[in-house]
Structures are given as structure tokens and as C-alpha cells.
């Protein structure tokens, strides 16, 4: 199941170039990413394996007259990618990471997969929905697996770029406008969403700080089991990012929380510390109940948080806008708020990409 069939399934009705001389951003390891300092405009794109030679030609060169620079395919098409880049866009493979929802994988590696506190495995037990399946980011035979993942697609010569999805723990506090769908009011992280308390990950909690996170009375409230989440998450993506920039010298990008503090809140994602080329926060405004100016405060935040460190794209949610001029004005909060660009989500249709090309032509 794709993210929109999720989206689908949960009855969320309501719900989203200009050449510059290129720079250099010296980030906070005092590495230095290769990002440069463009606008850049994506779109996130399942690519229909029955989509005709010239239907794609029409679907690419639309979103590139329109202004789009570079596309996020959900999944490998060669004749796409290739497509998209004759037309001169970016081709990213986007790749669900910490959600595998993989029949193999659980047959064969039962014991990859995240523990709740509650002490159910996501393989027999999976939270809100069946497709999550999340593996556990402190084991080596996963990091292992993770990284020759993202290393194969890395590898192929008409992907530019990886974009990571998934890159978190499940939703210990989903969105409030998705409670209603689970019959859930989560003001407290409950312990069946609350991940993970498997043994790897006890004992190296354990190794670290010489507590058992099991005889803690309150989890929720210990900064430094927090903290272990945190960069549990932060590893892999650093290791990802290490093998996809340094070794196949491609752009590596995430698509995560709207704010630094959601996701660290709801799904235990730190991201202004990971070693990226560029992030797309998800700043779905319907979601969290909020209206359309509250997309610059979110983008402000990030923005801010980052310190030039690299670029920030504000995803938005396109159901989620009463009208295009409703996303105009999601446009322009966005870029006011410190965008280098825009990610939509989902299908932009041809009035969606000219209310685009009104924003980003002045
Ligand atoms: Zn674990």
C-alpha cells in the first residue's frame, strides 16, 4: 500500500529556476555539502509500470515547462527516470526505510523487527495499520540490509539521488487529525505505539547509561532514552548518507515531520542533525488541524533550526487546499517562511502546476 491508498484508506478528505551560481554550506560535522544554493521544485511520483512511452513524455515535459526541477519515484522505472531526465529533471528513488512491510523479510528475520513496550513485535502485532512493519534500527543485521538497499538503487546510473521515507519510529503520537480514524485520544504516548524495546536495544541502552529502560517507571519522561531514539535514527540515516554521497557521489534527501519538534515528539526524528543534501518536511497543515499561514511558521522553524546547514523544501499536502488560490497562498507562506522550494504531494494535476509557475516565475 502506498502512502495515498493510506491516505485513502483513512478517509482523509479534507486534507498537499532559476540558475544560481552554485555555493557550498559548511555544516556542523565541518564536513561540506555539495548542495548548492537553486530553488528547486519537486513532485512525489508512483510511477505507473502501465503508463504508456508517450503518456510519460507528456506527464514529464508538463512538470518541467511548469517549473518542476525533480521527481521522487516510489519505485523503480527505468524508462521513467529516463524519460524525466531527458527532460532535464532530477530523478530521486524514494525508498521506504524503517517500515518494511516486506512477507520475506518477516518469514525470514522475525527478531529484526521493533518491540513495543507493551512487548508485541510489530511482525505479530502491527500498530494502526497491517503494512506497518517497522525493523529495528540498532541491530547490524538491518543496518546491513538497510544500507545494501539504498546502495543498489544508489548504483544505477539513471538515479540521481535517494530520497528517504520512513526514516523513524512508527507514530508514537499520530497527527490529531488522525485520531478520530483509530478511535484514539493520544495526549500520552501509549505503550502499544511506543517502540523499540527489543533486547539489542535494551542492552545497548543499557551499556550506555547502566539503566534497564524496563525497570523505569515513566519511559516517555527519560531525556536519555529519548535521546537513544533519536539517534538510533540518526545513525542510519548518517550511515546511508556516507554511502550514497561519498561513495556513489549521488544527493541523498528525506521526507520527514513538519517541524523539528513534531518529529522528534511524535516519531523520534532529529533531522536537523543528520548529514543531508536536503530535507522535505511534510507541513501537511490539515493534519494537525492548522490553516494555511501555519505552513511559514512550520517552515520558519525548520529553517531556522538548520542554519544553512542544507536546504529546505516545504512538502505540502495538495488535497488539503480549498482551491488553487488557497495554494498559492500555502506557496508563498512557504517561501517566505525560508523555503529553497516546494515538494507536492499528491498528482499535481495542470492547475496545481500553473498556480506553481504564478509563485515562483515572479
Ligand atoms: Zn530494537
Not at 195 to 203: D, G, H
Not at 230 to 251: A, G, P, Q, R, Y
Amino acid at each position: 500500500m502506498n502512502k495515498r491508498d493510506f491516505i485513502k484508506k483513512i478517509g482523509l478528505t479534507t486534507m498537499a529556476v532559476s540558475a544560481m551560481p552554485s555555493l557550498i554550506f559548511a555544516k556542523k560535522d565541518n564536513s561540506i555539502s555539495s548542495f548548492d544554493s537553486k530553488m528547486r521544485y519537486w513532485v512525489w511520483h508512483n510511477p505507473d509500470p502501465n503508463e504508456s512511452e508517450e503518456a510519460m513524455k507528456k506527464r514529464f515535459s508538463m512538470y518541467k515547462n511548469y517549473g518542476i526541477t525533480g521527481i521522487f519515484f516510489e519505485a523503480d522505472h527505468e524508462q521513467a527516470f529516463r524519460i524525466a531526465k531527458s527532460f532535464g529533471l532530477e530523478t530521486h528513488r524514494w525508498i521506504w526505510i524503517m517500515n518494511r512491510n516486506d512477507k520475506t523479510l518477516m518469514k525470514d528475520h522475525p527478531d529484526w523487527f521493533t518491540v513495543s513496550r507493551k512487548g508485541e513485535n510489530c511482525v505479530e502485532k502491527p500498530p494502526y495499520v497491517d503494512y506497518y512493519r517497522w525493523v529495528c534500527p540498532n541491530k547490524k543485521e538491518v543496518q546491513q540490509y538497510l544500507k545494501d538497499l539504498v546502495t543498489k538503487e544508489a548504483a544505477k546510473d539513471y538515479v540521481d539521488g535517494i530520497h528517504l521515507d520512513y526514516i523513524r519510529f512508527c507514530d508514537v503520537i499520530l497527527p490529531v487529525d488522525l485520531w478520530k480514524n483509530y478511535n484514539l485520544i493520544q495526549t500520552q504516548e501509549l505503550p502499544e505505539f511506543d517502540f523499540c524495546y527489543c533486547e539489542t536495544c535494551r542492552s545497548k541502552y543499557k551499556n550506555l547509561t547502566g539503566i534497564d529502560i524496563k525497570q523505569v517507571a515513566y519511559p516517555s519522561d527519560s531525556p536519555s532514552w529519548l535521546q537513544f531514539r533519536f539517534d538510533s535514527i540518526t545513525n542510519i540515516v548518517n550511515m546511508l548518507s556516507n554511502e550514497v554521497k561519498n561513495i556513489h557521489k549521488k544527493k541523498i534527501t528525506a521526507a520527514v515531520f513538519p517541524t523539528p519538534f513534531i518529529a522528534k515528539r511524535n516519531v523520534r526524528q532529529d533531522w536537523v542533525n543528520w548529514h543531508l543534501d536536503g530535507i522535505c518536511p511534510m507541513i501537511y497543515h490539515s493534519f494537525y488541524k492548522e490553516n494555511t499561514p501555519w505552513i511559514e511558521t512550520a517552515t520558519k522553524d525548520g529553517v531556522e533550526a538548520l542554519k544553512d546547514t542544507f536546504p529546505l523544501y516545504a512538502g505540502l499536502y495538495l488535497p488539503a487546499f480549498k482551491d488553487e488560490s488557497d495554494l498559492e497562498t500555502g506557496i508563498r507562506h512557504a517561501l517566505k517562511g525560508g523555503a529553497k522550494g516546494i515538494s507536492l504531494f499528491s498528482s499535481p494535476d495542470e492547475k496545481h502546476l500553473k498556480t506553481l509557475q504564478k509563485v515562483i516565475q515572479k
